[in-house]
Each structure stands twice: as structure tokens, then as C-alpha cells.
């Protein structure tokens, strides 16, 4: 297979009908994440809708996902079951991904689904009879009982509310900083992600991703991540704190 590495459009995310006809020719399959990792945007029920629609007259398959989905400020986001139930056809050329890892903060129990197309759903199901190993029963149990509370998800989502009120007042702007719609990320605009990075490393053991590293060089050469960092606010209100006021004291 050849990736095909896509712009990011004005909502940031990728607009895969801007594409030409004769990639879209031959394309088998678009992936989209929603709310995305890095700048944490969220895509519309009529983005989602689009994108499906393309997929079927295109016929390549649209993997959505949405392991963040869980993780939002203020409105749910939409998802591509419900843009499917709106376009009607069933889950045709639709698969998509959930994750404990964000939704419960339980990322070591590797443990998620896969919902959608029930032929891709066939052929997923074959290829990890083959090829995958099985969730041990334990994680099993692990993971139906965690699905089947929402407490803990409400708890966790105010958290995340709570740090990002608290990054606001911290930041105050700088960087470009905004609360995002959805994940927990700071996308921060500072110039040189990667120098930035390591000065934060060294000088207050922060540890943060340089955005060049979550992308790739445009046809100009440009890699559209290169002038940020991006910051996981996962830790409790203390750590978050002492971490950002120790950024703004360093940057």
C-alpha cells in the first residue's frame, strides 16, 4: 500500500474530497480520528457523513477513530454510526474503533472493539483468529465491567474539565492555546516543537511530544507540525499545575 498523507483543512481536520479523482480512484482506505489526536478538533455529523458518502462512491472503506469520543468539553461528539443510520445502507464501507485506554484511563489493559461493516467486521474477525492473540480472561472481565459503568467516565471527564479550566487561566492565551472540543491536549504553537521540547525536558524534567513528529512533510517540504508541542494533561490537578506554571517559567 502507498499513504497518501492528507492536508489539514480550516476545522483541522483532513478533508479527504479535496483530493484528485485519481487517488481517490484507487484508494482502499481513509482513516480519520475523532476527537483528533493532537489539536483535539472534532469532526461534524455532516463531515462524517461526507466522508462516508465518498468512501461508498469511491468504494474504499472509512476507518473512524474514535477512542477520544468519551473525552469532550462540552457537546458529545457525533460518530459514524450515527452518520451511517443518517445516510441509511447499513454500516457499508464503515468500521470503527473505541478504546478503554482514554474512556476509563485504563490504556495497560489494551482493550477495545471494533464495530461496522459486517463483511469488514468477517475479515477482521478471520485475520486475528490467524494472526492475533486472544484477550486473556481476566482483561475480559476487566473491561465488561468498566463498560458497563458510566460513573467513573462522567468523574473522569470533569477532571479533564477542571485541568483545562485550570491550563486557561495558567497559559492565558500564550501559544496560541485554546481548549480543544475534545482529547486531552494542549496544541501549542512555540516556534520550533522540537527545541522547545528538549529545553522543557532539560531545564524542568516536562515531558511533552514535538508536533513534527506526529506528521509529514508537506509537497512543499513543510512539515505542518514542526512550530508545536503537544501537551497530554494527564496528570492529577497538582502535577498539571506545578507542570504548566513551570512551562510558562521556561518558554
Keep these: ?56 462512491r469511491h468504494g474504499f472503506t472509512l476507518a473512524l477513530d474514535e477512542c477520544y469520543t468519551e473525552i469532550y468539553l462540552d457537546a458529545a461528539p457525533p460518530g459514524g454510526l450515527e452518520a451511517a443510520a ?10 470503527v474503533f473505541h478504546s478503554l485506554s ?3 484511563s485504563v490504556p495497560g489493559l489494551r482493550s477495545g472493539f471494533a464495530a461496522g461493516d459486517p463483511r469488514l467486521i468477517a475479515m477482521l474477525s478471520r485475520l486475528r483468529n490467524y494472526g492475533g492473540s486472544s484477550v486473556p480472561l481476566p482483561v475480559l472481565a476487566a473491561s465488561t465491567a468498566l463498560w458497563r459503568e458510566e460513573s467513573h467516565v462522567e468523574t473522569n471527564r ?29 496544541w501549542l504553537d512555540v516556534g520550533d516543537g522540537e527545541a522547545a521540547a528538549l529545553k522543557l525536558w532539560r531545564a524542568g524534567g516536562i515531558r511533552t511530544l514535538p508536533g513534527a ?25 497538582d502535577q498539571t499545575r506545578r507542570a504548566l506554571e513551570t512551562m510558562v517559567r521556561i518558554l
Excluded at 443518517?86 to 468500521?95: K, V
Excluded at 497559559?171 to 491536549?185: D, T
Excluded at 513528529?213 to 490537578?237: K, M
Aim: aromatic share 8%; glycine share 10%; hydrophobic share 45%.
Design 1 to 56: 500500500g502507498e499513504p497518501i498523507f492528507v492536508d489539514p483543512a480550516p476545522d483541522d481536520l483532513p478533508d479527504f474530497a479535496a483530493l484528485p479523482d485519481h487517488v481517490l480512484a484507487r484508494a482502499k482506505l481513509a482513516y480519520l480520528c475523532s476527537p483528533a489526536n493532537p489539536q483535539g478538533a472534532v469532526a461534524s455529523l455532516e463531515r462524517l457523513k461526507g466522508a462516508l458518502a465518498l468512501a461508498r
Design 86 to 95: 443518517a445516510l441509511g445502507a447499513g454500516c457499508d464501507n464503515l468500521i
Design 102 to 104: 482514554k474512556r476509563s
Design 158 to 186: 470533569a477532571l479533564y474539565r477542571a485541568k483545562f479550566d485550570m491550563a486557561e487561566q495558567i497559559l492565558g492565551g500564550r501559544w496560541g492555546s485554546k481548549r480543544p472540543a475534545g482529547a486531552f491536549y494542549l
Design 213 to 237: 513528529y506526529l506528521a509529514r512533510d508537506d509537497s512543499r517540504g513543510r512539515n505542518p507540525g514542526a512550530r508545536f508541542i503537544r501537551v497530554a494533561l494527564v496528570g492529577d490537578l
